[in-house]
């Protein structure tokens, strides 16, 4: 039994909530802190009556002192952060500042930089073991699963991984021409992005959308892919011994691709600030202004997604190749906690990793990738927790 501080309330948040709340037995007690307080406040009415408490708070995330002062009140056993990328680093520090555990779903980025790398965040590791606590980096599906479907692949199949493909494939369609399944900022800043692998130790770059392969996806059938560049590749490239080669592919539709290549060359998507009737706007924040809210995509999206790993390595001397994956329907998330499955698979293993910090299945101080724990118990997890895996020992490979 323990107690968690969550902050941010979106897309991610609202399902990680809801799961808290089905497992009471792990979250005796939660806080729903977020910038807009009232998001918070739904939330809370909607859940209220289980045997979950529920308190909600306004919180500037980007401010150390108003973290600090949130968690010395509230008093959590783990922090979940599902705020954005650009508040890790305030929200680490008020942990460290609390000795309190901290869980996060992605990487610290600048906002004025695009660049998503870990060595912001792996600069806290030595000041985290110091104060005796842990901080889980990367408890989503893609950072999160991937990893520990990579540890788990390791532990029970392998003597060692050469070859990682991660694949991530939604098929949903929300019936709009053009719209992002989490926040469009983050989405839209991570595709159009330079492409790159990690291949025989270093990074190999690419253009955006470079490198494009078809896979025929188990229960969704064939889709393009592209190839893109993705914050797990980085920690994986260190934490699997053996590792040769490391890609990430994900599935675009050919709408999609064309309207983003549009609003690049109208300059849209870009976050260099520019000057508008006297005011400084984003390019960027204004089209997330325009597109639809990915909160409002639930009831529209219908169809599955499927993300998952495939390894190649070598058990007992011989070579192996192995494909763990998970299916999710978007419509059976929808009905369970009101959410499409973009947000359903990140939320629900954010309550998984902040459920096993909490109780303390998962300890070790300092800063840790989520591949470094023991998968076993996430594992099981996330067959309980709505995100059954299945695995094949004969898949198709991405190049054959
Ligand atoms: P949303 O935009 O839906 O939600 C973000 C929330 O954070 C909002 O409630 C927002 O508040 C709040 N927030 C933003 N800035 C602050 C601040 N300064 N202080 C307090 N609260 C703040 O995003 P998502 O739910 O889609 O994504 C959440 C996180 O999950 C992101 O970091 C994203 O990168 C990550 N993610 C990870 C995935 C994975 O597989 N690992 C996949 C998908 C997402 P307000 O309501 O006021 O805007």
Same mark, same amino acid.
């Given at each position: 039994?323990?107690?968690?501080?969550?902050?941010?309330?979106?897309?991610?948040?609202?399902?990680?909530?809801?799961?808290?709340? $089905?497992?009471?037995?792990?979250?005796?007690?939660?806080?729903?802190?977020?910038?807009?307080?009232?998001?918070?406040?739904?939330?809370?009415?909607?859940?209220?009556?289980?045997?979950?408490?529920?308190?909600?708070?306004?919180?500037?995330?980007?401010?150390?002192?108003?973290?600090?002062?949130?968690?010395?009140?509230?008093?959590?056993?783990?922090?979940?952060?599902?705020?954005?990328?650009?508040?890790?680093?305030? *929200?680490?520090?008020?942990?460290?500042?609390?000795?309190?555990?901290?869980?996060?779903?992605?990487?610290?980025?600048?906002?004025?930089?695009?660049?998503?790398?870990?060595?912001?965040?792996?600069?806290?590791?030595?000041?985290?073991?110091?104060?005796?606590?842990?901080?889980?980096?990367?408890?989503?599906?893609?950072?999160?699963?991937?990893?520990?479907?990579?540890?788990?692949?390791?532990?029970?199949?392998?003597?060692?991984?050469?070859? *990682?493909?991660?694949? =991530?494939?939604?098929?949903? =369609?929300?019936?709009?021409?053009?719209?992002?399944?989490?926040?469009?900022?983050?989405? *839209?800043?991570?595709?159009?992005?330079?492409?790159?692998?990690?291949?025989?130790?270093?990074?190999?770059?690419?253009?955006?959308?470079?490198?494009?392969?078809?896979?025929?996806?188990?229960?969704?059938?064939?889709?393009?892919?592209?190839?893109?560049?993705?914050?797990?590749?980085?920690?994986?490239?260190?934490? *699997?011994?053996?590792?040769?080669?490391?890609?990430?592919?994900?599935?675009?539709? $050919?709408?999609?691709?064309?309207?983003?290549?549009?609003?690049?060359?109208?300059?849209?998507?870009?976050?260099?600030?520019?000057?508008?009737?006297?005011?400084?706007?984003?390019?960027? $924040?204004?089209?997330?202004?325009?597109?639809? =809210?990915?909160?409002?995509?639930?009831?529209?999206?219908?169809?599955?997604?499927?993300?998952?790993?495939?390894?190649?390595?070598?058990?007992?001397?011989?070579?192996?190749?192995?494909?763990?994956?998970?299916?999710?329907?978007?419509?059976?998330?929808?009905?369970?906690?009101?959410? $499409?499955?973009?947000?359903?698979?990140?939320?629900?293993?954010?309550?998984?990793?902040?459920?096993?910090?909490?109780?303390?299945?998962?300890?070790?101080?300092?800063?840790?990738?989520?591949?470094?724990?023991?998968?076993?118990?996430?594992?099981?997890?996330?067959?309980?927790?709505?995100?059954?895996?299945?695995?094949?020992?004969?898949?198709?490979?991405?190049?054959?």
């Amino acid at each position: 039994m323990g107690k968690a501080l969550i902050i941010g309330c979106g897309g991610v948040a609202s399902v990680a909530i809801h799961k808290c709340c $089905q497992n009471s037995e792990a979250f005796e007690e939660i806080c729903i802190a977020s910038r807009t307080k009232s998001k918070c406040d739904a939330l809370k009415a909607k859940l209220d009556g289980g045997k979950t408490k529920i308190t909600t708070a306004q919180v500037d995330a980007n401010k150390v002192e108003e973290l600090v002062a949130l968690i010395e009140k509230f008093r959590p056993d783990v922090v979940l952060n599902l705020a954005l990328p650009y508040q890790d680093l305030t *929200i680490m520090d008020a942990c460290l500042a609390t000795k309190t555990h901290y869980v996060d779903t992605a990487n610290y980025e600048p906002e004025d930089t695009a660049k998503f790398e870990y060595k912001w965040q792996w600069a806290y590791r030595e000041r985290y073991e110091k104060a005796g606590i842990t901080a889980l980096l990367g408890s989503g599906f893609d950072p999160g699963v991937t990893g520990v479907f990579s540890a788990y692949a390791l532990k029970h199949h392998f003597d060692e991984i050469n070859y *990682i493909d991660i694949l =991530d494939c939604n098929a949903g =369609d929300h019936g709009y021409p053009f719209a992002t399944n989490f926040n469009p900022e983050i989405n *839209i800043r991570e595709v159009s992005a330079k492409g790159s692998y990690w291949e025989d130790g270093k990074w190999v770059e690419t253009e955006p959308m470079e490198i494009k392969r078809v896979y025929n996806f188990p229960e969704i059938g064939p889709k393009d892919m592209y190839l893109l560049h993705h914050e797990e590749l980085e920690s994986l490239g260190i934490n *699997i011994p053996g590792i040769r080669r490391i890609r990430f592919f994900m599935t675009f539709g $050919q709408s999609y691709l064309t309207h983003l290549k549009c609003l690049e060359n109208v300059g849209m998507t870009s976050i260099e600030p520019i000057e508008f009737e006297g005011k400084k706007i984003v390019p960027l $924040q204004f089209l997330k202004a325009v597109l639809p =809210d990915p909160a409002s995509l639930g009831p529209r999206t219908k169809g599955k997604t499927n993300i998952g790993c495939i390894f190649k390595g070598k058990k007992d001397g011989k070579d192996k190749t192995y494909y763990l994956y998970n299916v999710c329907d978007h419509q059976e998330c929808y009905k369970e906690v009101g959410s $499409q499955a973009i947000s359903y698979t990140t939320g629900v293993p954010a309550m998984i990793g902040a459920m096993l910090v909490m109780n303390g299945t998962w300890k070790g101080p300092g800063v840790k990738n989520i591949e470094e724990f023991d998968p076993d118990p996430f594992m099981d997890a996330l067959n309980k927790w709505g995100l059954p895996w299945k695995e094949s020992f004969h898949p198709e490979m991405v190049d054959e």
